[in-house]
């Protein structure tokens, strides 16, 4: 997946989860709506809003450890054919010792 696409896709979600936040405030009555139901409200707003946040960026750590895993693999495979290419050289000279 695109970072950037994340991104957008996770402020999204904030603002939608923004508007929920304020009609739940709109939805309390009068004597409900006091300083413990806001921060109630809030604290889990924050926590859905902190979910999203270490969901993109979990996404992005595990699309950075493929690539470089990618990248170890490649770079192991032409070691192996430069170590071949040392082997070869060393029997022929072997061979013409011989």
Known sequence: MNSRKDWKLLFQFVIIISFAFMVFLALLTEEQQNWVNFFGILGTVTTLVGFGI???????????????????NESIQKINQFTSIADLSRSVRLVVEV
Do not use: G
């Open 54 to 72: 270490a969901l993109v960026q979990i996404q992005s750590v595990k699309e950075t450890s493929e690539q470089t895993r990618i990248a170890v």
